[in-house]
């Protein structure tokens, strides 16, 4: 698909990436949109984060946080903001975020991984290894009709 934004005369092609065939078990149950209701660190995001963890079935997934104290600015920033994305993979309770693309280029090329436990609709992710925890906590995004 290509779109074009008539202001700048850019455009962009989107490839459509397939679903996984024969998801299942504790993948099939973390694919989704997952909300941030909380998190332990403030770094980049701030003390009480906004944000979104979206972990595809094709494999793909998108995480973006903003500090909710982010101030309005008519000037393009990425202060108090954190995103990235990549691929995304499940060992056991422990996925691992192949980050190929961020807004801190440090950790681009690198594994993320996340201790996960899955309550129902409650997601909480913990750094492994990470000094003190850092911790967020989730709740699943249901589509709205």
Not at 46 to 67: C, D, E, H, Q, W
Request: aromatic content about 4%; charged content about 25%; proline content about 3%.
């Amino acid at each position: 698909m290509r779109r074009t934004n008539p202001d700048t005369k850019t455009s962009s092609v989107w490839k459509r990436v397939p679903q996984l065939q024969g998801l299942t078990g504790r993948k099939q149950q973390l694919v989704g949109t997952w909300e941030i209701v909380s998190a332990t660190s403030t770094r980049n995001a701030g003390a009480n984060p906004k944000g979104y963890l979206v972990l595809a079935g094709s494999g793909r997934y998108f995480t973006i946080a903003k500090n909710a104290d982010r101030p309005k600015t008519t000037e393009r920033t990425g202060d108090g903001l954190a995103a990235n994305t990549g691929s995304w993979s499940l060992n056991g309770e422990e996925v691992t975020l192949h980050v190929e693309t961020a807004m801190t280029t440090e950790i681009e090329g690198t594994d993320v991984k996340l201790a996960v436990s899955l309550n129902g609709d409650e997601l909480k992710t913990t750094v492994s290894g990470s000094n003190p925890a850092n911790t967020r906590v989730y709740k699943r995004v249901r589509a709205s009709n």
